[in-house]
């Protein structure tokens, strides 16, 4: 089937440590996004990407960086500049038309808190 | 920013009622989308309705948009208890790839 898979679910960050969040997609789509949702918050835009070797920042970049190297594959690490990493961390993708946005897939989270 | 607003924040009602939720936003769009968010988990696409459609139905769900108001609503009719789970909705518009989500409306049905 295909779909969104991040790992791991659950990861904890001690002071001063870079971790790295893992999305995988075989959906074949171009565009995929990295989302930070707080409790009883919606989501915002980290990074975006829609080619290989290229992405932008979205509206809260700073404290992380991405990499998108392959196609199915757009990692996401939480420097030690992100002060308040506890979060809930969504990995989505989607196709790229001309015409209007299309809809984003979801992986299921990884919630990262610090020890 | 052209951020959706949910309101209710939240909702609860009994099975088989029928729940409605509102969404603001401030911006023109080209698209308004309902996504829902099972607890602990991603989220699931809904329904997509274009800047020029009014309403759109899908099963169990129908979506209205009134971009005079730029407010758009999603009704669940004949709801269930496996409907539990909080709704956003998210705008496109100047990109044809970045959206913008609000904060949601946790719904929650009794059985």
């Known amino acids: 089937d295909g779909g969104i898979t991040q790992s791991p679910k659950y990861l904890f960050r001690k002071e001063g440590q870079n971790v790295t969040l893992s999305c995988e997609q075989n959906?074949?789509?171009?565009?995929m996004y990295w989302y930070r949702q707080d409790p009883g918050q919606g989501l915002r835009l980290i990074y975006y990407s829609q080619i290989v070797n290229d992405f932008q920042k979205g509206d809260i970049a700073e404290g992380y960086s991405v990499s998108r190297e392959k196609k199915e594959s757009f990692p996401l690490t939480v420097t030690s500049a992100q002060k308040n990493p506890t979060a809930f961390y969504l990995c989505?993708?989607?196709?790229?038309?001309?015409?209007?946005?299309?809809?984003?897939?979801f992986g299921d989270g990884t919630r990262l808190s610090i020890l | 920013s052209q951020q959706g607003e949910e309101d209710p924040q939240a909702l609860s009602i009994q099975e088989g009622e029928n729940a409605t939720m509102n969404c603001s936003y401030k911006?023109?769009?080209?698209?308004l989308q309902w996504y829902r968010q099972n607890s602990g988990r991603g989220l699931v696409h809904l329904i997509l309705i274009r800047s020029n459609e009014r309403e759109k139905h899908s099963g169990r769900l129908r979506v209205t948009l009134d971009t005079s108001k730029k407010s758009s609503s999603l009704l669940i009719t004949a709801s269930r208890a496996a409907d539990t789970a909080s709704y956003f909705c998210?705008?496109?518009?100047?990109?044809?790839?970045?959206?913008?989500f609000g904060k949601g409306t946790l719904l929650t049905v009794n059985p």
């Open positions: 911006t023109s769009i080209n698209n």
């Open positions: 998210a705008t496109g518009g100047g990109s044809n790839y970045k959206l913008t």
């Open positions: 989505a993708s989607s196709i790229i038309t001309t015409g209007p946005n299309q809809p984003q897939h």
């Open positions: 959906l074949n789509h171009d565009a």
